[in-house]
């Protein structure tokens, strides 16, 4: 349990594929999920999480993806999308700045929009 009296527990990832002796792709990172609602029951529907942390992908070409949610991703077993959170990716390889997904924007709660900042450039989309 947390100091919110909340169960959570931390997913630790240190992997790699080798495709050949000098092609090597690594993931690396921590994330932490907390549950929020729906520990005490047997029904599913009513879970709801907090997922937080940071992952780094280094590809064979030497690119590197830092992946960090910034704001907690909020995730409800009864919804199909995540409800809110922010997420930012950088890399070496980027022009033209980091990637951020807000999943909060729209009419917040259980929806399809979210709001994709590439660099300067912000757009709407409809998750799948």
């Known amino acids: 349990m947390n ?3 909340n169960v959570w527990y931390e997913v630790t990832v240190n992997d790699s594929l080798v495709f050949a002796s000098d092609s090597i792709i690594s993931w ?4 932490t999920r907390t549950w929020l609602t729906g520990y005490s029951t047997n029904t599913r529907s009513d879970d709801s999480y907090e997922i937080g942390g940071t992952t780094t992908l280094t590809r064979a070409n030497g690119h590197v993806f830092t992946h960090t949610i910034t704001t ?3 995730v409800e077993l009864s919804c199909n999308y995540i409800e809110s959170g922010i997420v ?6 980027f022009t033209g700045g980091s990637r951020t997904i807000d999943y909060g924007y729209g009419t917040g709660g259980c929806d399809d929009q979210a709001q994709v900042t590439i660099g300067s450039h912000t757009y709407v989309i409809t998750l799948r």
Do not use: D, E, M
Request: charged share 10%; hydrophobic share 10%.
């Open 72 to 74: 907690p991703l909020k």
């Open 28 to 31: 690396t990172g921590n994330r």
């Open 88 to 93: 930012t990716v950088t890399s070496t390889s």
């Open 3 to 5: 100091t919110s009296g």
